[in-house]
């Protein structure tokens, strides 16, 4: 067996399923589920018809680069999002199996693990799979503690020069998971000039991008970010996207990376050795969800709703606000984070994520200890039940 296997620690919900053994929460109290990142919004019925309507695909194998229609739709759809110039959809465009299976795959493609000390970056707290990545192509993970009295911004200050010599790669999250922070131009020309004195590889995870809450105001990205300062040719720089967030669709597990178009020849390549095209009928539900943008708008009034009413009743018990973008909440907690999600759901049959355990000790702290990730994506109606109940938690602490 791979020996980095060893290196893995448990995924946070076989921690909190570990925190919770044992414990019995009221029966008179339904249960409401807010731990799971897991959209529960309606598929919209046009992407279920192009599925079904397109099954006779599944007699073909599909090619890993996708098809022409799915790359234009992914490319045209990137340009008009983010301003971009026009994209070669043949080198520049490439469809994944959702953004969790490329965030991991690249950096098996990109990190030289012959080379002694490298380093793989990432925020903390974390999405666990930039971790996992990193160990298993044999790479030291390196974490950037994003922390309250800054806005939970990206502070590159916190690795020297010697550490930033050693990193071939860095994940970024913006919109973030866990905070909803989102990274600014200025953020964003820090990195490059690092990234240019180091010469290591930006992977911008980006699947929180079209759920915030003013139209008009859409989260920077990467690609943007590049274009306005000059990078039109996006080096060292690959954006990840996703369909799950956007358009509900988590079990289609259909995403796109985007950018540096040498970076992605290599890539391309892993994967074609990997196996990892898409299925022909999910490619072309695919094209139908990037080429529509109503469903969008909606379904993110849909969140703009749940939002305010949760964030209004919380803030009356408790230090809250809409987040920059993304679908959590990132609220602290009176004491430890592992006591109180095991008290609200014993008491409350809400449940909710440790903030701790998304997050690892760096520079004598876990900057997820104190906060626990709440994850707004049932039905509005659950969404305000679990918000009364959390505020009437809240109130025992007062």
């Not at 020297?160 to 200025?186: F, H, K, R």
């Not at 997050?359 to 906060?371: D, I, M, S, Y």
């Not at 990730?373 to 938690?393: S, Y």
Request: charged share 20%; hydrophobic share 40%; with cysteine.
């Amino acid at each position: 067996m791979n020996p980095d296997l060893s290196r893995l620690q448990p995924y946070p919900f076989q921690k909190l399923s570990a925190l919770l053994k044992g414990v019995q929460p009221p029966s008179g109290l339904a249960p409401i589920n807010l731990s799971i990142g897991e959209p529960k919004h309606a598929t919209p019925t046009f992407i279920r018809n192009a599925l079904t309507d397109n099954l006779d695909g599944l007699a073909s194998y599909p090619a890993t680069l996708g098809s022409d229609a799915l790359r234009t739709s992914i490319g045209t759809w990137l340009e008009r999002r983010h301003g971009l110039p026009a994209l070669d959809f043949a080198s520049q465009v490439l469809p994944v199996n959702g953004s969790r299976e490329a965030l991991f795959a690249f950096a098996q493609a990109v990190v030289d693990r012959s080379v002694p000390g490298v380093r793989v970056v990432m925020p903390n707290p974390f999405y666990q799979i930039y971790e996992g990545a990193a160990l298993l192509a044999g790479a030291q993970p390196e974490f950037l503690n994003h922390l309250p009295h800054d806005g939970f911004r990206i502070d590159l200050d916190q690795l020297d020069e010697a550490a930033w010599a050693c990193t071939q790669l860095i994940y970024v999250c913006s919109p973030s998971n866990p905070t909803g922070a989102v990274m600014d131009l200025e953020d964003w020309k820090r990195l490059f000039v690092l990234s240019d004195r180091h010469g290591f590889i930006i992977a911008s995870d980006e699947c929180y991008s079209e759920i915030y809450f003013r139209e008009g105001a859409a989260p920077l990205g990467g690609l943007a970010a590049a274009y306005r300062l000059g990078r039109s040719d996006f080096r060292r720089l690959v954006s990840f996207g996703s369909l799950s967030k956007r358009s509900n669709v988590p079990g289609m597990r259909s995403g796109y990376v985007a950018g540096d178009a040498q970076v992605l020849q290599g890539f391309l390549l892993y994967r074609t050795y990997h196996g990892s095209a898409m299925n022909p009928a999910v490619q072309a539900a695919s094209v139908a969800a990037w080429t529509d943008e109503a469903h969008v708008e909606a379904n993110r009034a849909l969140y703009r709703e749940k939002f305010e009413a949760v964030t209004r009743i919380l803030g009356e018990v408790t230090q809250v606000a809409m987040p920059q973008a993304a679908f959590y909440l990132w609220l602290r907690t009176p004491g430890e984070d592992t006591e109180f999600a095991r008290a609200l759901y014993e008491t409350y049959n809400v449940t909710v994520l440790p903030g701790s355990f998304l997050a690892r000790e760096a520079r004598g702290v876990n900057p997820g200890r104190g906060f626990v990730r709440v994850a707004l994506v049932p039905e509005p109606a659950q969404c305000i039940e679990a918000a009364q109940r959390l505020a009437q938690f809240y109130t025992r602490f007062a």
